[in-house]
Nanobody
Framework: QLQASGGGEVQSGGSLRLSCRASGINFSINTFDWYRQAPAQERVLVTSMTSDGRTTYADSVKGRFTISRDNIRRTLYLEMSSLKPEDTAVYYC?????????WGQGTQVTVSS
């Protein structure tokens, strides 16, 4: 139900945009998130956007990452700029529907120094 794309390898200081297309979900009324998981580390919340556009960001990405959504295209975005090697991780889109958590399949972002 969540299909993520847009990952890749960039040099430090570069930019990437991730996309996450939702299907089978009432997209416009839900809060969506981006998480990331670096090798041998826990999955952590990067940013969230509510249905009315309110956003939160982890301190580590504030000012560099921007979450957005297109309710018509049912797509969540993550614009990442000024990327650092420590941003290297698998990035997952996420939504909670009732008692269930839904995750995209993950997209790898690798930032080389």
């Amino acid at each position: 139900q969540l299909q993520a794309s847009g990952g890749g390898e960039v040099q430090s200081g570069g930019s990437l945009r991730l996309s996450c297309r939702a299907s089978g979900i009432n997209f416009s009324i839900n809060t969506f998130d981006w998480y990331r998981q670096a090798p041998a580390q826990e999955r952590v919340l990067v940013t969230s956007m509510t249905s009315d556009g309110r956003t939160t960001y982890a301190d580590s990405v504030k000012g560099r990452f921007t979450i957005s959504r297109d309710n018509i295209r049912r797509t969540l975005y993550l614009e990442m700029s000024s990327l650092k090697p420590e941003d290297t991780a698998v990035y997952y889109c996420h939504v909670v529907l009732g008692p269930r958590h839904y995750w995209g399949q993950g997209t790898q972002v690798t930032v080389s120094s």
